[in-house]
Every structure is written in structure tokens, then in C-alpha cells.
């Protein structure tokens, strides 16, 4: 399994909305896949992966969202493989990733990954993170006994 590095947080928060419904179908999979089927071995990269290779954005191997969107996916992805540690092209047992993701990642740092993304306020995993980083500064703040 190939996944760009980005889109491992994607994963984690998915809920069944997609741009076609052949993407929402891989994205099942895969999710499915991480969850249940133990460890197994995830090529992760800075290009495009299984998941845009049937994204209806994707074209002759880049994505064309947008104009900037291959550069700035890229990108996005060197930023996550920089913060797990990781080399591009490097396949990884997918426990060691799931693990790396829920130790480094903080919401200080999604919001950097993330930026503008549209599925901000659906995705359960920036949700997540959202929510934990307000209770954290609540308590900081002394709002919460
Ligand atoms: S907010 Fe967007 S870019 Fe960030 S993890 Fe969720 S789907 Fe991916
Ligand atoms: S082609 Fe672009 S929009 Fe489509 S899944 Fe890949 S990175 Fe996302």
C-alpha cells in the first residue's frame, strides 16, 4: 500500500465523505484496512498515492485540485514526514506509523498541515485534536475545576 504522508491523518479522520464515490470506496478500505488488519507494510510518499490515483482531481499522476495543489500537497506531506520522522519512499510497518502520528502530532501542528482545507469541520480528527487543545487551555486558563 502507497500513502503520501498527509494523507495518513486524513485516514484518521474520515467519515464516509469524499469527491467521488470511488474515492469514498478506497478510503473505506483503507481506513478499514489500518484498523482491523494489524500490522502490515505502507510505502509512505510525497506524490501521489492509492488514494488519488482515483480521486477525480488527479491527472497524469498529479493532483490538479488547484493550481498550486501539487507543490503545496507535496509540501504538506514533507511537513508530516519531517515531523514523524520519516523518508519519502520508505515502507513502514503501519503500527510504528499509527504510533508516531499519536505521539508527535498536536493541534499546533495540524493547523500548520492542514491549513485551509475545506473538510476542516468534518474531519473527527482535527475535531479531535481541536477539542483537546481548547480543554487544555481551559484548564490552563483555570475555566475547567
Ligand atoms: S483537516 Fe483536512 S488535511 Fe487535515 S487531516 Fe483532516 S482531511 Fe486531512
Ligand atoms: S489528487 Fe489531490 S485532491 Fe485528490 S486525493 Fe490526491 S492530493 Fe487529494
Not at 1 to 9: E, F, G, V, W, Y
Not at 32 to 51: A, L, P, Q, Y
Not at 98 to 121: A, D, T
Not at 129 to 137: A, D, G, I, P, Q
Amino acid at each position: 500500500m502507497k500513502i503520501r504522508a498527509h494523507h495518513l491523518l486524513c485516514l484518521q479522520g474520515f467519515r464516509g465523505l469524499g469527491y467521488s464515490p470511488e474515492f469514498i470506496k478506497k478510503m473505506e478500505e483503507m481506513k478499514r484496512k489500518m484498523e482491523v488488519e494489524g500490522n502490515f507494510s505502507i510505502e509512505v510518499v510525497d506524490e501521489c498515492d492509492d488514494i488519488c490515483k482515483v480521486c477525480p482531481y488527479q491527472l497524469d499522476g498529479v493532483c490538479q485540485k488547484g493550481k498550486k495543489s501539487a507543490k503545496r500537497t507535496r509540501a504538506v506531506d514533507r511537513r508530516v514526514l519531517k515531523i514523524l520522522g520519516l523518508k519519502k519512499g520508505r515502507k513502514i510497518p503501519s503500527q510504528t506509523l499509527l504510533s508516531g502520528i499519536k505521539e508527535k502530532l498536536n493541534f499546533s501542528l495540524l493547523i500548520k498541515i492542514c491549513g485551509e482545507c475545506g473538510w476542516r469541520e468534518v474531519c473527527t480528527y482535527y475535531l479531535k485534536l481541536r477539542e483537546s487543545w481548547r480543554k487544555e487551555m481551559q484548564l490552563k486558563r483555570g475555566e475547567v475545576a
